[in-house]
Nanobody
Framework: QVQLVESGGGLVQSGGSLRLSCAAS????????MKWYQQAPGKEREAVAT????????RYADSVKGRFTIFRDNAENTVYLQMSSLKPEDTAVYYC?????????WGQGTQVTVSS
């Protein structure tokens, strides 16, 4: 079955960096676009970064553009989110996502907390 397992979250000071990882299994990873979402307390889950199956196309939410980078390793079935210049408003649970057919798949999420 499809599994997405995030890791790499934690507590970091404002201005710091973190790299999130999402290990995928149960599907042909290289054939699907991947996304990272964030869900801040009391807010809806929203997409912050998207990467195409080959990695040639990337899209970012305005709130993270220039600070976050999404990339993937199709040989390792892993997608990453490099986060830099972190701000307190980046505090959220971050989820890895893919859509296969009409079905969305999610990981369990990883908490990122940015202290001021």
């Amino acid at each position: 079955q499809v599994q997405l397992v995030e890791s790499g979250g934690g507590l970091v000071q404002s201005g710091g960096s973190l790299r999130l990882s999402c290990a995928a299994s149960g599907f042909t990873f290289r054939n699907y676009d991947m996304k990272w979402y964030q869900q801040a307390p009391g807010k809806e889950r929203e997409a912050v970064a998207t990467i195409s199956m080959t990695g040639n196309y990337r899209r970012y939410a305005d709130s993270v553009k220039g600070r976050f980078t999404i990339f993937r390793d199709n040989a390792e079935n892993t997608v990453y989110l490099q986060m830099s210049s972190l701000k307190p408003e980046d505090t959220a649970v971050y989820y890895c996502n893919t859509k296969i057919g009409t079905q969305n798949y999610w990981g369990q999420g990883t908490q990122v907390t940015v202290s001021s």
